[in-house]
């Protein structure tokens, strides 16, 4: 068990993935791949095919990019959540309560899975995210600062 007290230079936590993330990737991969060959066996202009192709693979390419990308890293001062391009500096004092256990969030989401924990900081802002171990990062996040209210929706999803 790590020490709250003990902060490394940096914990990285990557993004959980459920099935819902990894559906996604094998849909697109598959109409990919089916589609161009229903294509070809249409006889359609070979642009259309090569566009398919391109696109949906794409597509997939995007959302396993998204997945490699996605983490939340406990820095000396701040929680730094990325995905993608985008990133999010949080300062363990602004952080007020975590909402565990809550499944498709509307707001400002950092995750590749529908279930995750919703970050309060500052006086209106919320985050959602979905740490692959929700139960050691709240323990990791209270133990740098105590004052973090923990509000239980429902039981941490496994998956």
């Not at 249409?42 to 998204?66: H, M, P, R, T």
Request: with cysteine; aromatic share 18%; glycine share 6%.
């Amino acid at each position: 068990m790590i020490s709250a007290f003990f902060i490394p230079k940096k914990m990285v936590f990557k993004s959980k993935i459920d099935w819902f993330f990894k559906g996604f990737i094998l849909l697109f991969f598959g109409i990919g791949i089916v589609g161009a060959i229903f294509l070809m066996k249409s006889n359609e202009n070979s642009k259309d095919i090569v566009f398919f192709q391109v696109f949906f693979i794409g597509l997939a390419i995007f959302f396993y990019i998204l997945k490699q990308t996605t983490d939340f890293t406990f820095r000396q001062d701040v929680l730094y959540c990325r995905s993608l391009i985008f990133h999010k500096s949080l300062p363990y004092s602004s952080i007020r309560k975590i909402e565990v256990g809550t499944k498709l969030y509307g707001g400002l989401k950092f995750s590749t899975s529908l279930h995750g924990l919703v970050i309060h900081y500052n006086r209106f802002d919320d985050l959602f995210i979905s740490p692959e171990n929700p139960e050691l990062f709240i323990e990791k996040l209270v133990g740098l600062n105590p004052s973090i209210t923990i509000i239980h929706k429902e039981k941490i999803s496994k998956s």
